[in-house]
């Protein structure tokens, strides 16, 4: 069964940081773009980051640039996202996707969303004080 389960999600204190992990079975991440996503309560859901296949290339969102990072560990078949610097406006449901086999291009914010074949049940983050 191809599935992305994502975990690591909480409630943390602005400022605070979270590791969020999106582990995948039935297929290798390292042969897709894999993108993390958020949707916060009556918005639409928004790229968050991107690593490539290839070459581990990776992409940001304006909003998180410098305050997260996205990783992947081929050997546990599971791409990270740390988050630092928490703000409440990152508050939302974070969700991992592995864009489909047709996607030949690296990684780029502005894929479209339709572009991400198969995806994860999301994490609830929470920042707050």
């Known amino acids: 069964q191809l599935q992305l389960v994502e975990s690591g999600g909480g409630l943390v204190q602005p400022g605070g940081s979270l590791r969020l992990s999106c582990a995948a079975s039935g297929f290798s991440l390292d042969s897709h773009v894999i993108g993390w996503f958020r949707q916060a309560p009556g918005k639409e859901r928004e790229a968050v980051s991107c690593?490539?296949?290839?070459?581990?290339?990776?992409d940001y969102a304006d909003s998180v640039k410098g305050r997260f990072t996205i990783s992947r560990d081929n050997a546990v078949n599971t791409v990270y996202l740390q988050m630092k610097s928490l703000k409440p406006e990152d508050t939302g449901v974070y969700y991992c996707a592995a864009a489909g086999d047709s996607w030949v291009a690296g990684c780029a914010i502005e894929i479209p969303l339709y572009e991400y074949a198969r995806w994860g049940q999301g994490t609830q983050v929470t920042v707050s004080s």
């Open positions: 690593i490539s296949s290839r070459d581990d290339f990776t």
